[in-house]
Structure formats: C-alpha cells, structure tokens
C-alpha cells in the first residue's frame, strides 16, 4: 500500500491550540480585561497579535510560525513557514488582496528545500504576478509512468531540485489578462534507489536534466483573494515551448487549461460551493520523468502522493463545499470535497475505468478576520488509504 504522510502536520502544535483557545473563550476575556484595564499575558497575547483584528484593514499581515514533520524517507523534518499579506497602497477598497507565501526546512537526513510562492496585484489590477519557486534536495518517490502502475516498491530519487515558474500578466480588458509566462526546471545530483522486488526500469532523465519553457498565458480572473474567494471566476490557457535553442535539455511543449468557479449558497457568503477543472498535456518525442503530468497535490486530488500516476495526459476535475464559517463558531468551519482524474499517454486513451476517486472533508480556522484567510487541515481518502494536509488557505 501507498505510505501515508503528514504533511507540514506540526504547525497544528503550532497553532490550532492557540486557534481553540481562541475561539472559545479569548475575545469574551479579552473584552473583560479590556473594561477592567488589565493587561493581557502570555497565551492570551499571542493569540491577540496573532489572530486579533486590527483597526486597519488595509494595513500588510505578517505570519511567521515553526512547523515539524515527520516522514520514513525523511526521517524528522523542522521548518519555519511565513505568509506575508498585503494590498497595493495599502488600498483594500480598490485592490485585489495580495500574498506570498515563504516556506524552509531541513530534516536530520541533511534533506532541505526553499519554497516561495506569491500571487501579487498591482494597483487596479494593472497587472498580475503570479509565481510558484522550489529549490530542495527532498526524496521523490516514482511508481513508473502511466495510469496502472503498481502502489508497492517504488523507486526513490534522492536528487536536487530547482523550479522557478513566473507569469506577468498585463490587464488588457476588465478581469482579462494577457502576459509571458516562464518555467525552469532542474534535476541534478540525481541518484536512484530500486526497491529489490520491484526493479523498475530507468526513466529518461533519471540522470539528471534542465529544461527552460518560455510562452504566455491568457487569465480570466475575478478574483480578490487567492486564499479565499467567495463569489468569483478564474480561468487559465497558457502555453509553453521547451527548446534546445534557449537551455533545454529535451524539445517539448506544454497546454496547461485550469478553470474554477466559486458560488456562494447562502445569503451571507459563508457557505460556498467551488469546482475546478485542471487538464496539463504535453506533446514532445521524448519526454524525462519529471517533466510529464503529475497526479495528485496539496491542492487537487489530495490523498495521492504528487507524481503517484504520471503520464503525457492529465485531466482532472473536483467540487468542494465550504463552510467559512460554522453557523455556531465565528472562527471554525469546515469542507468536503470529492474529485477524479486520470492521465494516459494521449487523450483519446482517458478512459473512465482508469479514473482515480478521491474525496475528504476537513477543518477551517479563520486566521486573520480582516483579510478572510482561513488555515485549512484536510483528512483526505483514496482506494490506497489517507493522507492529511496542513496549509493557509483554502486547496483552490
């Protein structure tokens, strides 16, 4: 069976303590401490300045917290996680709620990566920029390409890894985007463990590779918060070309289609229902491992490991249904979610009887009230067992 990991699960110790305590007796003391001019200590000041409104919605939000996790490949892993709020001008009447989100860590087998993803708009949404940035040396685990490789005896690569994706995109008409789009991908100081029972066979690419794609994006997006819409749509077409001519190792291209739309249910926007379809193809005579379409992620199909299924074709759909909040709680809420997808080496190979379920429900605190950000912990289940998720904001 698949191996089950928490992810990031420490900054549960981290935070949800305080995060209860908060929500169910803090503001009431706060307010009798307020009236009786008395200070507040210790716990109770931690989790003001952590998770109190301020007077100033549109004054920039800054979070730095420890996180701790645990894996076999990895053995202890210790972090430190940042999320960086803020709006252009400080003007949250007229722009988009902006963020970036930071991430570092290293485990006690000299495992470490940096992660830095962000999502920035300008003033009056005169232009976007969105980017996702890896660079570790992190275990991978890979089952083989295709939509029926076995769950027992993958291989491990123990190998360094550079991602740098960015896309500035200028606003060409209300809520429509048009820009350059860049993804540079690296895999170096590779080696490869074979599992002894299941000797699977080299991939291309296992020694290591780079690949530069360069091409644009066209963005429809209503958005005005990326870690928590209510009531928006979102969609992607980009379109990127990888050639030897400008650094790349192997000639290939890449569609990347990614629509999403969020409704509210309720009168009040606190209940949601939002769906997302997400189909990445690509097209080349030779493609390495770790360039092809990944199934399973943080964000879509939770419960698979990312790259449990890999192949030129991924297609994938889910629908979840929020809580933001419960009726009964001013911070806590909930969601459920289900979804399916499936990759094959061409399109007209999808076939329903390789389609991969996935479904979960999960936990919400509201973090900062003034901007609506949420963390999210998610328990989520597939035919090969659980895995969990801890993260600041919501999957999509």
Same mark, same amino acid.
């Given at each position: 069976?698949?191996?089950?990991?928490?992810?990031?699960?420490?900054?549960?110790?981290?935070?949800?303590?305080?995060?209860?305590?908060?929500?169910?007796?803090?503001?009431?003391?706060?307010?009798?401490?307020?009236?009786?001019?008395?200070?507040?200590?210790?716990?109770?000041?931690?989790?003001?300045?952590?998770?109190?409104?301020?007077?100033?919605?549109?004054?920039?939000?800054? &979070? $730095?917290?420890?996180?701790?996790?645990?894996?076999?490949?990895?053995? #202890?892993?210790? =972090? %430190? !996680?940042?999320? /960086?709020?803020?709006?252009?001008?400080?003007?949250?009447?007229?722009?988009?709620?902006?963020?970036?989100?930071?991430?570092?860590?290293?485990?006690?087998?000299?495992?470490?990566?940096?992660?830095?993803?962000?999502?920035?708009?300008?003033?009056?949404?005169?232009?976007?920029?969105?980017?996702?940035?890896?660079?570790?040396?992190?275990?991978?685990?890979?089952?083989?390409?295709?939509?029926?490789?076995?769950?027992?005896?993958?291989?491990?690569?123990?190998?360094?890894?550079? &991602? $740098?994706?960015?896309?500035?995109?200028?606003?060409?008409?209300?809520? #429509?985007?048009? =820009? %350059? !789009?860049?993804? /540079?991908?690296?895999?170096?100081?590779?080696?490869?463990?074979?599992?002894?029972?299941?000797?699977?066979?080299?991939?291309?690419?296992?020694?290591?590779?780079?690949?530069?794609?360069?091409?644009?994006?066209?963005?429809?997006?209503?958005?005005?918060?990326?870690?928590?819409?209510?009531?928006?749509?979102?969609?992607?077409?980009?379109?990127?070309?990888?050639?030897?001519?400008?650094?790349?190792?192997?000639?290939?291209?890449?569609?990347?289609?990614?629509?999403?739309?969020? &409704?509210?249910?309720?009168?009040?926007?606190?209940?949601?229902?939002?769906?997302?379809?997400? =189909?990445?193809?690509?097209?080349?005579?030779?493609?390495?491992?770790?360039?092809?379409?990944?199934?399973?992620?943080?964000?879509?199909?939770?419960?698979?490991?990312?790259?449990?299924?890999?192949?030129?074709?991924?297609?994938?759909?889910?629908?979840?249904?929020?809580?933001?909040?419960?009726?009964?709680?001013?911070?806590?809420?909930?969601?459920?979610?289900?979804?399916?997808?499936?990759?094959?080496?061409?399109?007209?190979?999808?076939?329903?009887?390789?389609?991969?379920?996935?479904?979960?429900?999960? &936990?919400?605190?509201?973090?900062?009230?003034?901007?609506?950000?949420?963390?999210?912990?998610?328990?989520?289940?597939?035919?090969?067992?659980?895995?969990?998720?801890?993260?600041?904001?919501?999957?999509?």
């Amino acid at each position: 069976m698949q191996k089950n990991y928490l992810l990031r699960g420490g900054k549960l110790i981290c935070l949800c303590v305080i995060a209860l305590i908060s929500d169910l007796g803090f503001p009431q003391l706060a307010a009798q401490d307020s009236i009786a001019q008395k200070p507040t200590t210790g716990l109770m000041r931690l989790a003001e300045q952590l998770f109190g409104e301020t007077a100033e919605p549109g004054k920039p939000k800054f &979070l $730095i917290y420890p996180t701790i996790a645990y894996a076999p490949e990895t053995s #202890l892993e210790i =972090g %430190f !996680s940042g999320l /960086y709020l803020f709006h252009a001008r400080n003007n949250y009447e007229i722009n988009r709620l902006s963020e970036i989100q930071a991430f570092a860590f290293f485990t006690l087998r000299r495992q470490m990566g940096i992660w830095l993803d962000h999502a920035i708009y300008g003033h009056e949404d005169a232009w976007i920029s969105l980017g996702r940035n890896r660079l570790q040396r992190f275990p991978l685990l890979y089952y083989g390409i295709g939509p029926e490789t076995p769950p027992d005896g993958p291989a491990v690569v123990n190998a360094d890894y550079l &991602l $740098i994706r960015e896309d500035l995109l200028k606003q060409i008409l209300p809520n #429509l985007f048009l =820009g %350059f !789009s860049v993804d /540079y991908q690296r895999l170096f100081n590779a080696e490869i463990e074979l599992d002894p029972d299941n000797p699977l066979p080299l991939p291309l690419g296992a020694g290591g590779n780079r690949n530069l794609g360069l091409g644009g994006s066209l963005v429809f997006d209503s958005r005005t918060n990326v870690l928590n819409e209510r009531d928006a749509w979102f969609s992607e077409l980009s379109l990127l070309s990888y050639q030897p001519a400008w650094g790349s190792d192997f000639r290939l291209q890449r569609m990347v289609v990614d629509s999403r739309v969020y &409704l509210p249910v309720s009168t009040n926007r606190s209940q949601v229902l939002a769906a997302q379809v997400y =189909g990445n193809f690509i097209a080349g005579d030779s493609i390495p491992f770790n360039m092809l379409a990944l199934l399973g992620n943080e964000s879509l199909l939770r419960g698979y490991y990312t790259g449990r299924f890999r192949d030129r074709n991924y297609l994938a759909t889910q629908v979840e249904y929020r809580f933001l909040p419960f009726p009964f709680s001013k911070r806590l809420g909930g969601a459920a979610f289900v979804g399916v997808g499936a990759v094959a080496p061409r399109l007209a190979d999808l076939r329903l009887d390789q389609l991969k379920p996935s479904g979960g429900v999960g &936990l919400r605190f509201l973090l900062f009230p003034e901007k609506d950000i949420f963390v999210r912990f998610d328990v989520a289940f597939t035919p090969e067992g659980p895995n969990f998720y801890f993260y600041t904001g919501e999957a999509f």
